[in-house]
């Protein structure tokens, strides 16, 4: 019995914690201005309540969150309600949750993080933008499967050596093998032999002898 009890006790704190984590994230918006007006009037303008409202209410180009959060983009740490408020974060919470349960606040949907923006990435992982042998075939490849009328400039049919030993261009040959590949006119294996016919089998026969 004492056993099941800790395991109930321990799955509501794990719970609540992700529940808690989940939050830390999120922008708080006024779900009701109508009760924020009339909350705001109950308490002196230096009241922590006044404070969460009014710091939500002015905050028009940037999500509030509890603890703030750092923008990957621009390296800036956007301050939350603790930080804004100079209050303990055990306190805002407090304060929060009372305010949502009354429906005067809610949590947006989503994060309020904005997320990495990724490279935009070829095959096995490289970028577009690779100026290797290999990324510039791939680009070209590309490219002729979009439009098999592309007909390159010698800087997109120019790659990089390794170890910084300059540059160099495809030659004709190979730019043609490229563009063959994309289109679907490469010849695979070995050629088919054509058809002797019997009269032709014959004249050779004769040759021979």
């Known amino acids: ?21 989940d939050r830390l994230g999120k922008g708080l918006t006024i779900a009701d201005k109508d009760k924020a007006s009339k909350i705001r009037q109950l308490y002196p303008k230096d009241h922590y309540i006044v404070k969460i409202i009014d710091s939500i209410e002015k905050a028009t180009d940037k999500d509030i969150t509890r603890l703030g959060y750092k923008d990957p ?41 904005p997320k990495k923006e990724k490279p935009e990435a070829g095959q096995r992982g490289r970028k577009s933008s690779d100026t290797s042998r290999e990324g510039i075939v791939r680009i070209l490849f590309k490219k002729w499967q979009d439009d098999p009328n592309f007909n390159p400039t010698d800087d ?3 790659y ?50």
């Open 160 to 209: 990089t050596l390794p170890k910084g030993l300059g540059t160099e261009k495809l030659s004709p040959e190979q730019v043609a093998k490229i563009k063959n590949k994309a289109l679907g006119l490469a010849k695979r294996g070995r050629p088919k032999m054509q058809k002797e016919s019997l009269y032709e089998t014959y004249k050779r026969l004769q040759k021979i002898k």
């Open 1 to 21: 019995m004492k056993d099941k009890l800790i395991q109930s006790l321990r799955k509501i704190i794990k719970e609540e914690l992700a529940l808690t984590e």
């Open 156 to 158: 997109e049919i120019t």
């Open 73 to 113: 983009k621009t390296g800036e740490f956007i301050e939350g309600l603790n930080s804004i408020l100079d209050m303990n974060s055990i306190r805002v919470n407090a304060e929060l949750r009372e305010l949502i349960k009354a429906g005067i606040l809610i949590d947006k949907e989503g994060t309020a993080i």
